[in-house]
């Protein structure tokens, strides 16, 4: 059974950086498409960035291209999201998602992603 397993996030003030990481396990991830979704408070979860694991192509959500950069290492399983000049509105709880349907660019449901993970909180101070 695959899992993710995420790390990283907390609180920090306006201009600062975080950096989250992913770890999957139980599964080849080389066909998947991983992807982190940010979900603020009474929102809906929302596509940040997505990387595709064989390629290495990756998207971002307007908002936040330029700002976050998604990396992933294939020796060691785990996807990382890098977050830079954060802002008050980046706020929210980060999830990693895995999908394993052959697709690119990236879908923005979340019902057509099988894996997530917990959730870290990043709270960003004005």
């Known amino acids: 059974q695959v899992q993710l397993v995420e790390s990283g996030g907390g609180l920090v003030q306006a201009g600062g950086s975080l950096r989250l990481s992913c770890a999957a396990s139980?599964?080849?991830?080389?066909?998947?498409?991983m992807a982190w979704f940010r979900q603020a408070p009474g929102k809906e979860r929302d596509l940040v960035a997505a990387?595709?694991?064989?390629?290495?192509?990756?998207y971002y959500t307007g908002s936040v291209k330029g700002r976050f950069i998604i990396t992933r290492d294939t020796s060691k399983n785990t996807v990382d999201l890098q977050l830079l000049s954060l802002q008050p509105e980046d706020t929210g709880v980060y999830y990693c998602?895995?999908?394993?349907?052959?697709?690119?660019?990236?879908?923005?449901?979340?019902?057509?992603?099988?894996?997530w993970g917990q959730g870290p909180q990043v709270t960003v101070s004005s």
């Open positions: 998602a895995a999908d394993r349907a052959s697709r690119w660019p990236p879908t923005f449901d979340v019902d057509e992603y099988d894996f």
């Open positions: 139980g599964g080849t991830f080389s066909g998947y498409r």
């Open positions: 990387i595709n694991w064989g390629s290495g192509g990756t």
